[in-house]
């Protein structure tokens, strides 16, 4: 079954940068695009960008481009997430899921969501 | 593209039918989805493409609309359908959901 596992839960100082993995398994990890969400505490879902697990091209949202790098490991079927300069704001749990590209149709497996809590 | 969902927050009993409303800004075509979403749990995909159901999801649950204006209907409320819902359009990018309609048990 097709699943994604996310790394735990982080504690980082504002300034600092977090890296959050995501494993895929149960399908071909090159074969679909993964996407990574935010949810602020209280706030609704925020998406963040994707990357092409096949290739490793990137798009990412205005609001986090220079702050955001998405990378991937084919060998081991993981995704990666890292945001940099991390503010207060920035505390958020934070999904991956698997979806396409352009104009597509949904989000149809998530990972379990991550907390990256920014505090001094 | 913004989505706007009424109503923020909706109250009602088991067996009551519901409708949440999502309006885009601009025209979307078919590439709009429904999310569920329960408290420490990831979001769960119930329709896509307007009105198709996601396979296990019960069939109480109905997408309609067109355009810029999208509804989802629970026919009949159960227990466990009391839980945040968000659209989502992914017809261009950014892909944006809705601010959520959080449905509680009256």
């Known amino acids: 079954q097709v699943q994604l596992v996310q790394s735990g839960a982080e504690v980082k100082k504002p300034g600092a940068s977090v890296k959050v993995s995501c494993k895929a398994s149960?399908?071909?990890?090159?074969?679909?695009?993964i996407h990574w969400v935010r949810q602020a505490p209280g706030q609704g879902l925020e998406w963040m960008g994707i990357?092409?697990?096949?290739?490793?091209?990137?798009s990412y949202a205005q609001k986090f481009q220079g702050r955001v790098t998405m990378t991937r490991d084919t060998s081991t079927s993981t995704v990666y997430m890292e945001l940099s300069s991390l503010r207060s704001d920035d505390t958020a749990v934070y999904f991956c899921?698997?979806?396409?590209?352009?104009?597509?149709?949904?989000?149809?497996?998530w990972g379990q969501g991550t907390l990256v809590t920014v505090s001094s | 593209i913004q989505l706007t969902q009424s109503p923020s927050f909706l109250s009602a009993s088991v067996g009551d039918r519901v409708t949440i409303t999502c309006r885009a800004s601009?025209?979307?075509?078919?590439?709009l989805a429904w999310y569920q979403k329960k408290l420490g749990k990831a979001p769960n995909l119930l329709i896509y493409?307007?009105?198709t159901l996601q396979s296990g999801v019960p069939s109480r649950f109905r997408g309609s609309g067109s355009g810029t204006e999208f509804t989802l209907t629970i026919s009949s409320l159960q227990p466990e359908d009391f839980a945040t819902y968000y659209c989502?359009?992914?017809?261009?990018?950014?892909?944006?959901f809705g601010q959520g309609t959080r449905l509680e048990i009256k």
């Open positions: 601009q025209g979307i075509s078919s590439y």
């Open positions: 989502q359009q992914l017809n261009s990018y950014p892909i944006t």
């Open positions: 149960g399908y071909t990890f090159t074969s679909d695009y």
């Open positions: 899921a698997r979806g396409g590209e352009g104009r597509q149709l949904f989000f149809d497996y």
């Open positions: 990357i092409n697990p096949s290739g490793g091209s990137t």
């Open positions: 493409a307007i009105s």
